[in-house]
């Protein structure tokens, strides 16, 4: 079945540092990948998202390349605020399994002033 | 207003108590689901439904219980609580029209079983 393997946390950045967050899958046909933000106390919201292989998906800075040669989705940002502070879920969808998602375990951003 | 509501936010119980968690979303999406949040164990699908009076088990069903008889609601039954399920529970849907499968989580259900 489909799969998700992204980077254990915790991790903890300086202000202003370059943040990567890796995730890879593993997955029949030709999946949607997505990063989810969870902020503290709060649901989870979409980051950002690609549904096709070389799609680039970027919001408030986040960004993240479909690379279906490597199975991977891996999440960036050049400077990061304490506000990123939150845990960021790499997760896939497919056309079809019923509208199921499968996701990552999630990894613990904190970014210290 | 527009999105997707759970209620109640927390909730303590004791064993052996039932509990409902309610979840209302307002768009008409044809698909529901509950996860349940545990440290150490990411999100984890309880149960799952493609539309009124459809339902099916996700990976970890056993002591839930679900319905779906109107669209927009899906409740979560815990019949008998007990201390493995305290745990923050998410309810989430998605439109089935769309191809990109986004899911619209709600704000979640923070249960404790004492």
């Known amino acids: 079945g489909d799969s998700v393997t992204q980077m254990e946390g915790p991790v903890t950045l300086s202000e202003e540092a370059f943040l990567t967050i890796n995730c890879t899958y593993t997955?029949?046909?030709?999946?949607?990948l997505f990063w989810y933000v969870q902020y503290p106390g709060e649901g989870l919201q979409l980051l950002l998202k690609?549904?096709?292989?070389?799609d680039k998906g970027s919001n408030k800075g986040f960004e993240a390349t479909y690379r279906k040669e490597t199975t991977s989705f891996h999440l960036e940002k050049g400077s990061v605020q304490v506000s990123d502070s939150a845990v960021y879920f790499c997760?896939?969808?497919?056309?079809?399994?019923?509208?199921?998602?499968?996701f990552g375990d999630g990894t613990t951003l904190t970014v210290k002033p | 207003d527009a999105g997707i509501t759970q209620s109640p936010r927390y909730k303590i119980t004791e064993t052996g108590r039932q509990v409902t968690l309610m979840c209302h979303q307002t768009?008409?999406?044809?698909?529901m689901f509950w996860y349940r949040q545990d440290l150490g164990h990411g999100l984890r699908l309880i149960y799952y439904?493609?539309?009124?009076?459809?339902?099916d088990k996700g990976e970890v069903p056993d002591g839930y219980v679900v319905s779906r008889s109107k669209t927009e609601n899906f409740p979560l039954t815990l019949e008998s609580a007990t201390r493995s399920q305290t745990s923050v529970y998410f309810c989430?849907?998605?439109?089935?029209?769309?191809?990109?499968?986004?899911?619209?989580f709600g704000e979640g259900s923070r249960l404790t079983v004492l």
């Open positions: 997955a029949t046909g030709y999946p949607s």
């Open positions: 989430a849907s998605r439109d089935r029209v769309s191809n990109t499968g986004e899911l619209f």
């Open positions: 439904s493609a539309a009124a009076d459809i339902t």
């Open positions: 690609a549904t096709k292989a070389d």
């Open positions: 997760a896939l969808s497919q056309g079809t399994n019923a509208g199921k998602s499968t």
């Open positions: 768009w008409s999406h044809s698909y």
